[in-house]
T-cell receptor
């Protein structure tokens, strides 16, 4: 079956603009995760959804970041008023259930803020 | 706070060699450990998942072991090939609210020379 898909694959934006990143998890996977990979920080966890709810948003880097998931499927990560330090690859993953199940990753969205 | 360390950071070997990549973690309270492969500019490909109650997993030329009490995992690659060249990441799943999140190491960049 289809894997995790993300769009766009690349996004170049100007500082101060808002961007929206999309993730389509594997069908039937209830858990969805967002991670960020940047040169200086490696791979870091951002937020996790079980169904449509995110129990804790404290992993998001700042209040400019928000995420939602609708219908237990597609998720969007929104970054408002982008800054140059937001430049990174944003990776989405999904798993059948939380905690013990394997996480499968999408190809990522490379965000460049000029 | 869980920290994951991978040694070495980079490794170059001639084709055909057997090799071992090391991963250590500071807190034994993990649910599982995953090994991933990442090719340049690409997302993560899951290689092996070891649940906390397991000692090892095998897939083809890959064998991963887990010693939870000592906080160590190894990924053994037999008869390495140039196509194995990539960055290898290990990650542990830790409890996060009602679910789990992955904590990643910094990766080992492997180069297999023909």
């Amino acid at each position: 079956g289809a894997g995790v898909s993300q769009s766009p694959s690349n996004k170049v934006t100007e500082k101060g603009k808002d961007v929206e990143l999309r993730c389509d998890p594997i069908s039937g996977h209830t858990a969805l995760y967002w991670y960020r990979q940047s040169l200086g920080q490696g791979l870091e966890f951002l937020i996790y959804f079980q169904g449509n709810s995110a129990p804790d948003k404290s992993g998001l880097p700042s209040d400019r970041f928000s995420a939602e998931r609708t219908g237990g499927s597609v998720s969007t990560l929104t970054i408002q008023r982008t800054q140059q330090e937001d430049s990174a690859v944003y990776l989405c993953a999904s798993s059948l259930g939380p905690l013990v199940d394997e996480q499968f990753f999408g190809p990522g969205t490379r965000l460049t803020v000029l | 706070k869980q920290e994951v360390t991978q040694i070495p950071a980079a490794l170059s070997v001639p084709e055909g060699e057997n090799l071992v990549l090391n991963c250590s973690f500071t807190d034994s309270a993990i649910y599982n450990l995953q090994w991933f492969r990442q090719d340049p500019g690409k997302g993560l490909t899951s290689l092996l998942l070891i649940q906390s109650s397991q000692r090892e997993q095998t897939s083809g030329r890959l064998n991963a072991s887990l010693d939870k009490s000592s906080g160590r995992s190894t990924l053994y690659i037999a008869a390495s090939q140039p196509g194995d060249s990539a960055t290898y990441l290990c990650a542990v799943t830790v409890m996060y609210n009602q679910g789990g999140k992955l904590i990643f190491g910094q990766g080992t960049e492997l180069s297999v020379k023909p």
